[in-house]
């Protein structure tokens, strides 16, 4: 960030790419006043070639929003999405307001992004994919640790505690972050990682004051959904271990 000297910034995974006559997509929006630019992504698995589950989710939030630009699909795509990659993100916004990736080993562009899309004012949204994310090889994504699990929960109780500290009850409400809580004990459980584990996480929501419950699971569609494509999500995972 240091050396950043252009007006925009694509961020980009080693592993993933740019798909072809991306800048194509991108042009239009180089001289616009928007803070950050959204795109939906695609994926890929690497032993395959195939397209895989990876980007679903994103994709789904960003046509969301694109199509339907209300206060709640706009949060939602905001804070749900926190990876740097599939954005246009303005330069300024990120210095003027001393926006770095954080030094630990995992999850170090959660807080970033999440900071991101606080402090980003007007937001522009494209229904053309200009990035894949790729699936498989040996990924921080795919090979999970307890370590780099635990660092994720740290990360994300600070994300939690910002997020509520700065934005209002009911943008708190559409990052959907309570969902994301419980999904973290389910993490526990999809790992084995036994009951020490599940109730020192319990602790630190406590602590924190952090919930669980989110009244949107309680819509038999919404929760079909999203089951599904969690469920669809982790048997790729699993595909990719060693």
Not at 16 to 36: A, G, I, K, R, W
Not at 126 to 155: A, H, M, P, W
Request: glycine letters at 4%; aromatic letters at 14%; proline letters at 2%.
């Amino acid at each position: 960030m240091k050396h950043v000297t252009g007006k925009w910034i694509l961020f980009a995974d080693s592993d993933d790419f740019f798909v072809e006559n991306f800048m194509n997509v991108v042009s239009p929006f180089l001289n616009s006043d928007y803070d950050m630019v959204y795109f939906p992504p695609t994926s890929m698995d690497l032993k395959t070639g195939k397209i895989s589950s990876r980007h679903v989710m994103y994709m789904e939030m960003i046509l969301k929003a694109y199509e339907k630009p209300t206060l709640k699909n706009i949060t939602e795509m905001k804070f749900a999405f926190c990876s740097p990659w599939s954005k246009l993100i303005r330069t300024a916004m990120m210095k003027d307001n001393d926006i770095t990736f954080d030094e630990v080993a995992v999850s170090n562009d959660i807080m970033c992004l999440t900071k991101c899309a606080y402090h980003c004012r007007k937001v522009g949204i494209s229904n053309q994919t200009i990035y894949c994310v790729t699936r498989g090889g040996n990924s921080l994504t795919t090979n999970k640790d307890e370590k780099r699990f635990d660092t994720r929960v740290d990360v994300f109780v600070n994300r939690y505690i910002y997020a509520r500290e700065h934005l209002s009850k009911k943008e708190f409400r559409y990052t959907h972050l309570d969902r994301q809580a419980l999904g973290k004990l389910v993490d526990v459980f999809i790992e084995k990682w036994g009951a020490k584990k599940f109730f020192w996480i319990c602790g630190l929501y406590m602590k924190n004051r952090i919930y669980i419950f989110d009244w949107g699971l309680l819509n038999p569609v919404t929760l079909f959904h999203k089951a599904k494509v969690e469920l669809q999500w982790w048997m790729d995972i699993k595909k990719h271990r060693k």
